[in-house]
């Protein structure tokens, strides 16, 4: 199986910056897409950003320009750079994968972490 545990939340002074990692290990024959997802409480999940094992990335709209996905393909980890924190950033964060495994190498599945919460104080 595959496990992605996720590091780096915590509380934080508008303004502020965190940065949040994601370790993939298991039974992984080749990862596709990374990214990073939140939940606000009452709201939905919402991509943050993503990036391809090509190295093309994207972004919400709400978070470009301070936010930085990056990739170290050679650790399975992804790394997610919040700068100039707003409370509207404040949410559990998700790690996502698409991954494919040693067993079923032909088949990329969704993975997600535990999520670790960032909140940005006022």
């Known amino acids: 199986q595959v496990q992605l545990v996720e590091s780096g939340g915590g509380l934080v002074q508008a303004g502020g910056s965190l940065r949040l990692s994601c370790a993939a290990s298991?039974?992984?024959?080749?990862?596709?897409?990374m990214g990073w997802y939140r939940q606000a409480p009452g709201k939905q999940r919402e991509l943050v950003a993503a990036?391809?094992?090509?190295?093309?990335?994207d972004y919400a709209d709400s978070v470009k320009g301070r936010f930085t996905i990056s990739r170290d393909n050679a650790k399975n980890t992804v790394y997610l750079q919040m700068n100039s924190l707003k409370p509207e950033d404040t949410a559990a964060y998700y790690c996502?994968?698409?991954?494919?495994?040693?067993?079923?190498?032909?088949?990329?599945?969704?993975?997600w972490g535990q999520g670790t919460q960032v909140t940005v104080s006022s």
């Open positions: 298991g039974s992984i024959f080749r990862i596709d897409a």
């Open positions: 990036s391809t094992n090509s190295g093309s990335t």
């Open positions: 996502n994968a698409g991954v494919a495994t040693i067993m079923i190498p032909w088949h990329t599945r969704d993975y």
